[in-house]
């Protein structure tokens, strides 16, 4: 079966760009998160949604914002791009409700800021 | 959700138990204590989770004190590919208990 997809694998944009980042959940699950890991640190926790809605946000800008779509895919957002959102996105997904205890992650998007 | 502090690092020799401590001492009744694992290059990866009894999977075992304010995580045998940086983190199951609040966690060498 797969795992969690994450696309692109690799980016790299200028500061003030936009940038769009899209994950795949694993079939049957309903439950996806965004985390943010900056080199050297632990994830963080930016957003999950279940069942297309927002369940829940972490400490980020108003320039981070997600969906989820119908399919439970979702995309996550950053505007006016900043050096220091350079990063690795890690998306999660899970099958159940939003306090489920597994997550599965996927291998994450590299997201470099020039 | 209450904060963990994990040593920065360890070694553990090829074939031996790794044993990982993690110290949760603020721990409330309703939070558990979950352990991931990511390997460089990778997503984090889940391993176990407990709340107050022992439990093992084929994975690892989980230790928790009868206190519950630290626990113990344990590879049995470790092997190269156990090489990562292991996260403890504590969580509560109740509303608004969705995200996973990671710190820094232990960077377990595996040596051959």
């Known amino acids: 079966d797969a795992g969690v997809t994450q696309s692109p694998t690799h980016l790299i944009k200028t500061r003030g760009q936009q940038v769009t980042l899209r994950c795949s959940p694993i079939?049957?699950?309903?439950?996806v998160s965004w985390y943010q890991q900056v080199l050297g640190q632990g994830p963080q926790f930016i957003f999950q949604?279940?069942?297309?809605?927002?369940?829940g946000r972490g400490n980020f800008p108003d320039r981070f914002s997600a969906r989820q779509f119908p399919n439970y895919s979702s995309e996550l957002n950053v505007n006016a791009l900043l050096l220091g959102d350079s990063a690795l996105y890690l998306c999660a997904s899970s099958p159940m409700g939003p306090t489920n205890e597994k997550l599965f992650f996927g291998s994450g998007t590299q997201l470099s800021v020039l | 959700d209450a904060k963990t502090t994990q040593p920065t690092s360890m070694d553990c020799a090829e074939g031996r138990a790794a044993n990982l401590p993690c110290n949760h001492s603020t721990i409330s009744g309703n939070e558990y204590v979950y352990w991931y694992r990511q390997i460089h290059s990778q997503g984090p990866q889940y391993i176990i989770h407990?709340?107050?009894n022992n439990e093992t999977n084929e994975m690892a075992s989980l230790i928790i004190t009868e206190d519950r304010k630290s626990s113990t995580l344990i590879l049995p045998h470790a092997t190269l590919r156990d090489t990562a940086v292991y996260y403890c983190?504590?969580?509560?199951?109740?509303?608004?208990?969705?995200?996973?609040?990671f710190g820094k966690g232990t960077k377990l060498s595996v040596i051959p």
């Open positions: 079939s049957g699950h309903k439950s």
């Open positions: 949604y279940y069942e297309k809605e927002e369940r």
């Open positions: 407990g709340l107050k």
């Open positions: 983190i504590v969580r509560g199951s109740g509303a608004g208990s969705y995200q996973l609040t």
